[in-house]
């Protein structure tokens, strides 16, 4: 199962780039044996339109992806292992990928959320969205590391 992550705006070259292209790079070497494949992001345009747009541009890259998992302050808190417990449900139900998206400046469109299989917060507060991204390929990776049986998450 591949992991995608779709997320509005564009990320600059820097540290939060580099810190992206290490753990999506960490999962393609370690997940091949318990069947999670490549780690990506895909990146929309913000739009002036505000979320809507930015829905009908999301809903278009993710091409009916199924589970479609938001990052939204309302959604489910999780713990690592317990995230961990869902990549490896989805993997087992034979989804081809999961594909988590991150809205832009305004959030994501009702719709859209509502559209989700499932949604996830990082807590109640509100998060820079290139930062979300960098804690989301983090907590991707140790998702695959728990899986792997690796010592890289100590309870």
């Known amino acids: 199962m591949d992991l995608k992550i779709l997320a509005v705006g564009r990320l600059?070259?820097?540290?939060?780039?580099?810190?992206?292209?290490?753990?999506?790079?960490?999962?393609g070497k370690i997940g091949r044996p318990v069947g999670i494949g490549a780690a990506t992001v895909q990146e929309v345009e913000a739009k002036k339109g505000g979320m809507g747009a930015e829905a009908q541009l999301l809903?278009?890259?993710?091409?009916?992806?199924?589970?479609?998992?938001?990052l939204d302050e309302r959604g489910k808190l999780l713990s690592s292992?317990?995230?961990?417990?869902?990549?490896?449900?989805?993997?087992?139900?034979?989804?081809?990928a999961a594909t988590f998206i991150i809205g832009g400046a305004d959030g994501i469109d009702p719709a859209l959320r509502a559209r989700a299989d499932f949604s996830i917060s990082f807590g109640k507060m509100v998060w820079p969205h290139m930062l979300v991204r960098v804690m989301l390929a983090e907590q991707l990776y140790r998702a695959t590391s728990i899986l792997t049986g690796s010592p890289y998450h100590r309870v």
């Open 12 to 27: 600059r070259a820097g540290p939060e780039a580099t810190l992206i292209d290490d753990y999506l790079s960490r999962i």
């Open 59 to 70: 809903e278009k890259a993710a091409k009916g992806a199924a589970p479609l998992i938001t």
């Open 81 to 96: 292992p317990d995230f961990a417990g869902k990549i490896e449900a989805w993997r087992d139900d034979g989804a081809p």
